[in-house]
Each structure stands twice: as C-alpha cells, then as structure tokens.
C-alpha cells in the first residue's frame, strides 16, 4: 500500500532524509519511531504529496506521489501534531467543509461529520467554535477530519503527543478499530509504548536513516536477549555499579541517574543474574532491586542508537 | 472552491477586527475628509463632498482588500494550508476562494459606504446604469487590487508584516493622486506619477460615472490597469505559493 524506494530529501546543507526504504502493508499499522528531528515528518509530507523528493520514489495506494500526486490526495487522510483546523469554525463546520473538499455529496458529508463527531465523542461541542477546544479536543478533531471520507490510507504523524492517557487511550482502540475495518496507518511516534501497541512492524529512524526495521519482538531479539537491570540505594554508588554491570553485559550499560537504575543486555540469563548479585555484594553496593527482563523497545533503541527515544510516555515501561 | 470562500467569509464575519477595518475605518476616513479637510480644500466647480466621496468609496473596497494578505499570511502561518494542500483540491482553489470571498465583502462595504456617503451629503448626478457601471469600476479595480494584496500576504507569511507591506502601497497610490485634492495643487515633479497611476485614473472614471461627465476614457484606463495587475499579480501570487509551500 506504500512503498518507498531511495528517497532522499535535503534541506539546504540539512539531509533530512538520506536513501530511505520502507513498506507498509495493506490493512496494517507501519509505525516509524525515532526521535525529534529523525525525518518522521519530512518523510510523512513527502508520501502525502506536500514535499516532492530530491531522489526516489515512493507510491501511496498504488499512485506515484510525484506523477500522480492528485490522486494520492482523494485516496488518503492527514492528521499531524500541529491539529490544522480552523479555530474560527466549529467542530462540524470544519468536518463538513472537509468533507466536501474530498467531494463527498451533502448528505454524505453532513451524515459523516455527525457520525465522526460522534466517534470521538465531539457531539456535545460540535456547533461551538474550535476556538473554545481543549488541546486534545482539537486533536480529536484533527483525527476525524482526516478520516471524513474514510480513506484507505492514513498518515497519523505524532497523533498522541501532549495528550492526557485517558484520549491517548481513546486514540489507539480507535486506531485499532480503523485496521480492523482494512485503513492501512503509518504512525509517527516517539513513544515506543505507542509502537509497540498498535503497530504490526516498526520502523526505526534516526538522523533520516532507518537504522531497523521488524516487528516489535524481532527488533527485541535483535538485542540478543534480556537486560539485567539494578537499582542501587546510594545514587553515589551507580558508576560502580556500572563498571560491575559492564563487565557482565554484551553492551554499554544504560545508566537512568534519576531513577538510580542500571540495565545492560546480557545473554546469560539467570546465571547472569546470580553472578551480578554476588559481585555487586562483593563491592558492598546496597540494592534496592536487581532483576532480568525482556528488553523494551526504547533498550533496542539505545542500543541501535546510543541515545534514549524522546519522551517517554506515562506508563513506560524501560 | 466555494468551500474555501464559504470558509473565509465565516471567518470575516467572525472577526470582529475584520469587520472594522472593512467598515469603521473607511467610514472614520470618510468623516475625516467631508467635514475636517472639506472646508479647507477648494475644487472649482464643485463641492468638496462629491469630489472626495467616490475616491472614499474607492478606498473602502481597497483598505478591506488588505485583509485578504493578512489572512492568507495567516492561513500559511497556521498550517492549515498544508492541510489544504494533502486534500484533493485544485491548487488554484485556496487563492481563488480567497479573493471571491473578498469579492464578497468588497460588495458588502461598497453597499455600506454608499449609504454613508448619502448621509453626508453626496449626491449622484448620473442615471442609473451610469451608476451601477461606476460602482462596478470601484469593484472591479478593488479586485483587481486583492491580487497585489494575496501576492503580499504569500510573500511575507505573517500576519504582522503583512499588515505593515500591505499599508504602503495603499497610502502611496491613495494620497499621490486625484482622489483627495486636485493633481494642479500637486508640484510638477509628481503630476506626472499622480495624473496616470491606476488609482488615479480609477477615480476618475467612477467620478464620471457617478457624477455625469465624459467618462468613456478613464473606464477604459482603468479597466486596462485592473485587468494588467490581476493577470501580473495572480501570476506572482500562485508562483509565490508554489515556492512558499515547497
């Protein structure tokens, strides 16, 4: 359903997206995950025919997005971070007036506009000016405008940031809803937990490279297995620690100063862990837990990267 | 297309300073001239206020025009241009439903101001269809006149300086011409500029026409410059809103 081949980008000296690749299957969710600044977006309005490429190709819903960029625009919807409607209408009049851009008939985009309105829960504040909209209402407004017309494509680009957990929520059994019914969805993310949920594969990109590409457990195995982690008691006691981890582990150790945590891939397993136990005592460091878990995403990150994903979302896991 | 004019006369009407610039500010102007320059300004064979009024109705149309750059800088400011654009609509769409929504509201001030302009004493002195042709001028010309204003707005993307941009030219073609005071008052190093400039020639015709008098001349000039300053400054606009979205 999308397919992008070669596609580099540059922005004066900037290369924002460098000989890019990736697939996204029919019916299923591709997330890309990265960073600030990895290219997610740039890469998003070259596939919604905002941006043209400097080299490659790429086809949305079987359309050449440089050739037959106009027939990508009825086959797709948009919904980025910065929630583009119009603060001076209402909820239902941006719906309708979206509808009728994708040339939807007036009954159809007037039934749709209810229909979504309701959805997301927006019927209460639809004849009120967008104006008067929280942050995540206008989101939600955003989301539905970009399925008005139910296209069979849609770019979700950082769909949940900034939002409480509750409409964070809301979000993805919607989107999980919208694969169920066959909308093929590129996400944008920086939270792995977000990728992890909803995604069939991952795209992992930095500095407009894809750096790894699989589902969320082959990305995972890619570690080698699990991570051991410790918290220490004493936050003076962590770069010792790290030196006694380092040893056992087949990485750099990740070091979270403020949670006082150390974790690094080992591939040893419980024997791993017994052996840590006893050299950290031996090194008279107190503990105030020491563990094996499966890697999470934002681990594979790291190793891939050497650098933490952006935020983390509530909930995270690492 | 309509969709976007339906788009942008919602939000005209649903801004308040819109509004008054559309209407307050030509009335204020209005006033200003009639009854505090009025008495000082001597124009031979005629009064002050039949001089001066169909100039203002001119610059009604003309100061409202400048919203259309200030909301297109908007627009591109907001992001909700890109969302245009992601959307099956024709590229000329956004700029097209712009200036007919301006088109609109140009109407509507034009109604407003000939009202006014009664109030104050100004008196047509031509038939009917030489009237209607006349405040058609004043349209058309105003039209013509939004182009160079969408042009700005693309250019300079903001709001702020869009307003600023946009301010000049219209002080410059409103004050260096026959619309307030007789081009003769004027020294010769500006008659030239003042006598031919488009605004000037406008003036002219939509005085003729409201007024009674040989007209045929300054219609066709003033027709000749709205239609060379659409064709110049549609161009511009859509080349710069090409570029500006790349």
Do not use: C
Not at chain 2, 68 to 79: Q, R, V, Y
């Amino acid at each position: 359903m999308i397919e992008v081949e070669g596609v580099t980008k540059t922005f004066g000296v900037t290369v924002a997206l460098d000989d890019v690749d990736l697939v996204a299957e029919s019916g299923k969710v591709l997330a890309l995950l990265g960073p600030n600044g990895a290219g997610k977006t740039t890469l998003v309005r070259v596939l919604s025919t905002l941006l043209l490429p400097d080299r490659g190709s790429a086809r949305v819903a079987g359309f050449d997005v440089v050739r037959e960029a106009r027939s990508i625009r009825g086959a797709i919807g948009l919904a980025g971070q910065y929630a583009a409607v119009d603060e001076l209408l209402t909820g239902r009049e941006n719906l309708e007036l979206v509808g009728l851009w994708y040339h939807l008939d007036r009954a159809t985009y007037v039934r749709r506009a209810h229909e979504t309105l309701e959805r997301f829960g927006l019927s209460g504040a639809g004849d009120r000016m967008v104006r008067t909209y929280s942050g995540g209402m206008r989101r939600r407004l955003d989301i539905a405008a970009s399925l008005i017309a139910s296209p069979p494509v849609l770019f979700l680009d950082e769909p949940t940031t900034g939002l409480d957990p509750k409409t964070r929520n809301d979000v993805w059994r919607f989107v999980e809803e919208l694969v169920e019914s066959g909308t093929t969805v590129l996400l944008t993310t920086q939270y792995m937990e977000e990728a992890e949920r909803l995604a069939h594969r991952i795209v992992v990109i930095d500095t407009g490279k894809v750096i790894a590409e699989g589902t969320a457990r082959e990305l995972k195995d890619r570690l080698g297995g699990d991570v051991l982690e410790a918290r220490v008691r004493e936050r003076a006691d962590l770069d010792r620690a790290a030196k006694v981890l380092s040893a056992l582990g087949n990485s750099e150790p990740d070091i979270d100063a403020e949670e006082q945590t150390v974790a690094v891939p080992v591939t040893g397993g419980t024997a791993d862990l017994i052996e840590a136990g006893r050299r950290l005592e031996a090194e008279k460091i107190l503990l105030d837990d020491l563990g094996i878990r499966r890697p999470s995403l934002d681990d594979v990150f790291l190793a891939l990267t050497g650098a933490r994903t952006g935020e983390e979302g509530p909930g995270a896991t690492s | 297309m309509l969709g976007v004019t339906k788009r942008n006369l919602l939000r005209i009407l649903r801004t308040p300073q819109m509004l008054i610039i559309g209407a307050v500010q030509p009335a204020l102007l209005l006033v200003l001239f009639r009854y505090v320059l009025g008495g000082a300004i001597r124009i031979p064979g005629r009064s002050y206020v039949d001089y001066v009024v169909p100039a203002v109705f001119l610059e009604a149309v003309l100061i409202g025009g400048m919203t259309t750059s200030i909301s297109l800088a908007e627009d591109l400011k907001s992001g909700i241009i890109d969302r245009f654009r992601s959307l099956p609509m024709a590229r000329s769409a956004v700029l097209a439903g712009r200036t007919l929504a301006d088109l609109s509201r140009a109407v509507l001030s034009l109604a407003i101001m000939v009202g006014l302009g009664l109030a104050v004493g100004f008196r047509f002195g031509a038939s009917i269809p030489s009237i209607v042709a006349g405040l058609g001028v004043v349209v058309v010309f105003g039209y013509g006149f939004s182009w160079v204003y969408a042009a700005i707005g693309l250019a300079t993307r903001d709001p702020e300086t869009a307003q600023v941009a946009g301010i000049l030219p219209f002080f410059v073609l409103m004050f260096a011409s026959n619309a307030i005071v007789p081009v003769s008052t004027m020294p010769s190093w500006l008659r030239g500029f003042a006598n031919n400039q488009p605004l000037s020639v406008t003036v002219s015709a939509v005085r003729a026409l409201l007024e009674g008098g040989p007209a045929a001349h300054f219609v066709w000039l003033s027709l000749a410059w709205s239609a060379g300053m659409t064709l110049v400054f549609f161009t511009l606009a859509i080349g710069v809103y090409r570029r500006s979205v790349q």
